[in-house]
């Protein structure tokens, strides 16, 4: 069997974080290079600070200054950092307890080799030069029992961005991938379920009703029939096509279910449920395994299909 | 099975941003009340079940661990229920079963959304290489399923105005309500924006920071009860060959066997308020109808008849509903509470006169999750 097509997938968005008053008064205080815990019910100092007590779940309140020294209580070797890890040269993810804190804070140590990391050595923070309210406001804890530098003024922060960015390999399916072959020549390669006999487009590795393999493949022709739509006025985040528009559910003939594509070349009011429509193929050196290779419909000017061809599509 | 009571609820002040608080924050902002409303205090708590809607939203993959201080779940049972937009309605289910189940005395439901600090359009639609992307949120989605109901049912076009003016009216009555239009009117949505054609802009819900919760337990605390006389919760795929887009069978499967255990025969004569999920005016009569208040493509007569106004025969969503407030994974949550506080005749000014039986439901996906439940005054 050939190996599936495959393509990176690259999702990623900037987070935003309302802190709230708890963690807020930390990374606030993180800009002004303080390290700040909470007391909690059974007197114990967490640190970074919880909003609600573990023991209580009562609003905790009772602010605590700690020191920026503390003491490892465990840590493991990092020889090879990953993007977005804290340092980029072989560091220590340790559990730190800072001086005056109950509770440790996991964060890195810039130790240079694991001969110099052991539980119960002493560490102390060393601050990030451009500091924004952020765990990261720590570059990392570095091997030395001497005061981190002293407090500075800053503006209080409130909110915290986060960005997440995660890479993907997108595999086809086995059943996917002679349908994505079949696009790159042009060809719209369906499959039929033995059991109910309905034809998928695109084709599932299963039959949603039946659970059973849908291993009949059919060839459909480029002509089909707008089951419904809507008009889409609204631009949003990532369109590509500029607003208004139509995205139309088109049920090839000789298909039993609709998708979802594009419909160009007939205004907006005069698309109608029912129209007939033929794909618009984008150039041949532009195709791909993909159904982007239809670029869009249009209206095929033949007459509209009767009601009852298509309700039970809708 | 043994009964089991909704004996406290309670909400947050819905907005566009609440920026002032944390999503621990908004959690306890809601339960505070509830358990106020309940009369109880923590050690009263057996168990907690947390409901979110998809990870993507904010990013967050296990909020049931990091909230956990904040929902007083340390040293208890703690249950994530996940079923998209109806994820509200699911998590007072869950809950429900383990009081009625007889596992727990006492539980706390809780269910959240922070939509300012999310990506609803990220989560709804990451772009998948080999297809084509011309979805446009979940107004694009369910638009085209909107239409097909109208040719369907041959509704007449100013039904869903009706729907919206009268939801975004009743929100002007509910003091948590993110949306208080006392002067919307018919006309006024009509005139607004087309946005995803047969969606109109006053035709949507808002995008909220929210959260709800509600104490269920097997007896009467120190206030009013509403006791929970069914619930149900069906599935179905997002799309398979001849799936009923409009009138979901999955819904319809969930509202029978709600009714049957309820024994109730005739929905609309013996419901006397229902909270139903309706993000876009339009599916105010298509659920009537999957819920079995009408017959198939009649539901729309009676919005039209305003038989769901507030002292109308079935008022629905008189706190104003999803298209006042849309903090997603709690607004199904915010359904089945306001049908408890409208049997508690805790609902203040938008409080239906007499009701002793009243209907909760959510939907979420691409209509494909449902979750539904009945309550009612007298304990079973
Ligand atoms: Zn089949």
Redesign the interface.
């Known amino acids: 069997m050939t190996k599936p097509?495959s393509?990176?997938?690259d999702?990623g968005?900037d987070?935003?974080?309302?802190?709230?008053?708890?963690?807020g008064r930390f990374l606030s205080d993180l800009r002004r290079r303080k390290v700040t815990g909470i007391r909690g019910s059974d007197g114990r100092v967490h640190v970074p600070p919880?909003?609600?007590?573990?023991?209580?779940?009562e609003?905790l309140t009772e602010f605590v200054d700690v020191a920026s020294t503390g003491v490892v209580r465990g840590w493991s070797w990092i020889p090879e950092p990953l993007e977005a890890q804290p340092l980029d040269r072989p560091f220590a993810w340790a559990l730190i307890q800072l001086d005056g804190a109950d509770t440790s804070l996991l964060h890195a140590v810039d130790a240079g080799s694991p001969d110099r990391m052991s539980t119960g050595a002493r560490v102390r923070v060393r601050w990030r030069a451009d500091r924004v309210g952020a765990i990261t406001d720590i570059e990392c804890f570095e091997l030395s029992d001497e005061p981190s530098d002293e407090p500075v003024e800053a503006d209080d922060v409130?909110?915290v961005t986060?960005p997440?960015h995660l890479h993907y390999t997108?595999s086809?399916s086995p059943t996917?991938d002679p349908f994505?072959r079949g696009l790159m020549d042009g060809r719209l390669i369906a499959q039929r379920?033995p059991a109910?006999e309905?034809?998928?487009f695109p084709p599932r590795p299963a039959?949603?009703?039946d659970g059973v393999p849908t291993t009949d493949q059919i060839e459909l022709s480029d002509r089909g029939t707008i089951?419904?739509?809507?008009?889409?006025?609204?631009p949003?985040?990532?369109?590509?096509i500029p607003p208004?528009y139509v995205?139309?559910?088109v049920l090839l003939d000789g298909a039993?279910?609709p998708?979802?594509?594009?419909l160009l070349g007939v205004a907006?009011e005069d698309v109608r449920?029912g129209m007939r429509v033929e794909a618009v193929w984008k150039p041949r050196e532009e195709w791909g395994?993909?159904?982007?290779n239809?670029d869009h419909f249009r209206p095929s000017g033949e007459p509209d299909a009767p009601?009852d061809s298509y309700?039970?599509?809708? | 099975m043994r009964p089991a009571a909704v004996v406290g609820t309670g909400q947050t002040h819905h907005a566009a941003k609440r920026l002032d608080v944390s999503m621990a924050g908004l959690c306890r902002e809601a339960i505070d009340r509830a358990m106020a409303d309940a009369g109880v205090d923590w050690p009263d708590i057996d168990a907690v079940v947390l409901g979110k809607a998809p990870d993507l939203f904010e990013g967050v993959m296990m909020p049931e661990l990091f909230l956990s201080d904040a929902l007083g779940a340390v040293g208890k049972p703690l249950l994530r229920v996940h079923t998209a937009g109806s994820v509200g309605g699911s998590t007072g289910n869950v809950a429900a079963s383990l009081v009625q189940s007889g596992v727990h005395d006492r539980v706390l439901a809780v269910a959240f959304e922070k939509q300012s600090e999310s990506n609803a359009m990220w989560a709804l639609s990451v772009p998948t290489p080999f297809t084509m992307p011309v979805h446009a949120g979940a107004g694009g989605y369910f638009a085209p399923h909107v239409r097909a109901y109208i040719r369907r049912a041959g509704a007449p076009e100013h039904v869903g105005a009706m729907v919206a003016a009268k939801d975004r009216r009743n929100g002007a009555l509910n003091p948590y309500a993110h949306l208080k239009q006392p002067d919307i009117t018919v006309e006024s949505v009509r005139a607004s924006t087309m946005l995803w054609d047969p969606i109109r802009y006053d035709e949507t819900c808002p995008s909220s920071d929210g959260a709800c919760a509600v104490v269920i337990s097997a007896a009467e605390t120190s206030g009013p009860a509403a006791w929970i006389r069914a619930t149900a919760m069906r599935t179905e795929p997002t799309t398979f060959a001849g799936r009923d887009q409009v009138n979901p069978q999955a819904g319809r499967d969930a509202a029978r066997a709600l009714w049957k255990q309820a024994g109730i025969t005739d929905p609309l004569s013996e419901v006397d308020a229902a909270e139903i999920y309706v993000p876009f005016s339009w599916f105010e009569p298509m659920w009537l109808e999957n819920l079995g208040f009408t017959d198939t493509g009649q539901g729309w007569k009676l919005t039209e008849a305003g038989e769901t106004e507030i002292g109308g025969r079935l008022p629905v969503n008189p706190s104003g509903g999803v298209l006042s407030s849309n903090p997603i994974g709690a607004s199904g949550l915010l359904r089945f509470a306001e049908a408890a506080m409208q049997v508690m005749g805790t609902a203040g000014e938008h409080q239906v006169d007499g009701v002793r039986t009243a209907l909760g439901h959510a939907y979420g996906g691409g209509s494909q999750f449902f979750a539904m439940w009945v309550v009612g005054s007298e304990r079973p």
């Open positions: 097509l393509a990176p997938l999702v968005f987070y935003t974080r309302s802190t709230g008053p708890t963690l919880l909003e609600y007590d573990p023991v209580t779940a609003r409130t909110m986060t997440v997108h086809a996917e994505l379920c109910c309905k034809v998928y039959c949603p009703t089951t419904t739509f809507c008009v889409v006025n609204v949003f985040l990532g369109q590509r208004p995205s139309a559910y039993d279910i998708f979802l594509h594009l907006p449920m395994p993909t159904m982007q239809i009601f309700s039970q599509h809708l």
